[in-house]
Each structure stands twice: as structure tokens, then as C-alpha cells.
């Protein structure tokens, strides 16, 4: 969109979601008051038998739609985005079949909430590592690329003191 601002200057705004997304998560991720270092929650993971089921549940609760449906290979599972007006963002992740890892979970407990997102900058990765491993968190899987996260790395880590977590190692650009 191309508007005139006051003095005769042009604006000129994305308007696309995927503009939009990517600007939100720069906005979420390079805040300056905000110290380095520091795991912030990034999102809740879902996970559901349905995301197109989902979806349709979420956004009577006034979620919409952030993201396509992608397919993550290494993980097998479907994996979408949504978000509200608070910019809350929820992971819907969907089994490919019964052969994902998380499909055991999904028949046992259902659908429901699966893991918090932190994200952390990359360059704050060995510390945050060690950190965990200080507080025993036990790695579950490799840190690797993920494709609903523009292939930034992903790792998950689990502790009997509250279950699972993710970290999101975002770019420090």
C-alpha cells in the first residue's frame, strides 16, 4: 500500500502475511530492551489429529491463519501457524501417519498442548545448551533446520520437571 505521510513523504507498506510474518518475527526477535541472552517464548505447540480441524476451532477463539501447512521431513509431522491479536502464536502439529514420533502421543493423550517455544539468538546457542544440560534437560532428537521456522535450527529437550520444550536458535541479524 502506498500512502503520502504528513509533509508530502510516500510510505510505502507490505502488505502481504508472509511481509507481515517476517516482519513480526523481526520485531519479536531484535528488540532492543529486550537482553541477550534470554530465552523468550516464542510459541505454544499443538498438537491435533487435524490441522484444517483446528483451524477452524482456533479461529472461533479469534485466532487466524499465520502460515501454510508445511511438511517437516525429519520430524514427520504437518506443521501450521496461527496467531491472535495479542500476536500470540500457536503450532498446530498434525502426524504424518503413524509412523511420526509423535503419533504414540497423539492417540494416547489426545489433542492438546505438546511443548513452549523459546527462541534464543544463535550466537547464545553453546550457553543455552549448557544451561539446560545444567538443569538436566535431556535432549530428545538432533538440533536440526526447521521448515515452518525459515530453517532456522531447531532443538528439543525434555525435563521430568516440566516436559518438553523447544529452542528456536534465531539469526542475530
Known sequence: MVTAGSGGSIDVSLTSSRAKAARDRRERHNDSDQPRGKMHLHHIGYLVPSIEGAIESFESLGFQKHSEIVKDEERQV??????????????????????SPVFPLMVRQGPGTYHLCFSIPQSQKASALSRLKALRFVPAGKIAPAPACENQEVGFFYSNKIGLIELLFISDT
Open 78 to 99: 504437518f506443521i501450521s501457524f496461527l496467531t491472535d491479536a495479542n500476536h500470540t502464536l500457536v503450532e498446530l502439529i498434525q502426524p504424518v501417519d503413524e509412523r
